[in-house]
């Protein structure tokens, strides 16, 4: 008798811890359907704003993209904290773009822009003090060059349009270090 009473409690602790097992799974299981349904409504097709920002470790913003005067510009920023490249839209001028690049110590900088307005494309590149050193203008006639010293005076333009002879375009390519002394 003392065994069939133990047997039976037996039986009934092991149907329990059944029906406790069972029972977890499925909470179990509703609530990871339950979590996988939330996070897949949580993940937007889209995500809107005037302005987004990327930020380094420290909280510095390091690139923006964002409207300036209506337009779309992304921004890239430097170690130093200055704005290194830019590639956007012409706001004055509608259908044209811009890519603007500059060095870390801002000592030199190359600027490409193509404007639908003027109908031409022009690359830029320039030294110290934002002085243009080079500037190439592609309009619809034919194409224009126009070199400038570091004092910003015109030393060289292709086509001629001054009294000033045009140099050869080998006296603007690096020489060997040899002949630089």
């Not at 109908?119 to 203008?137: D, F, H, V, Y």
């Not at 005076?153 to 390519?173: A, C, I, N, W, Y």
Request: contains cysteine.
């Amino acid at each position: 008798m003392h065994d069939l009473a133990l047997e039976q409690r037996l039986a009934r602790l092991e149907s329990n811890e059944r029906r406790w097992k069972a029972a977890l799974l499925a909470s179990l299981a509703i609530w990871g359907l339950s979590c996988a349904r939330a996070h897949a409504e949580a993940q937007p097709d889209e995500c809107r704003s005037g302005r987004f920002v990327l930020v380094d470790s420290a909280g510095a913003e390091r690139a923006m993209l964002e409207l300036d005067k209506g337009q779309p510009v992304l921004r890239l920023v430097g170690s130093n904290r200055l704005v290194q490249v830019q590639l956007g839209v012409i706001a004055d001028h509608e259908g044209s773009a811009s890519l603007y690049m500059q060095s870390a110590d801002q000592s030199s900088f190359v600027a490409l822009a193509a404007t639908s307005t003027r109908g031409c494309s022009g690359l830029e590149m320039g030294g110290a003090l934002k002085r243009i050193r080079l500037n190439t203008n592609l309009p619809k006639s034919e194409p224009e060059m126009t070199f400038r010293n570091e004092q910003n005076q015109v030393t060289g333009e292709f086509p001629h349009r001054h009294s000033q002879t045009m140099r050869s375009l080998d006296e603007f390519k690096p020489r060997p270090l040899d002949d630089a002394r």
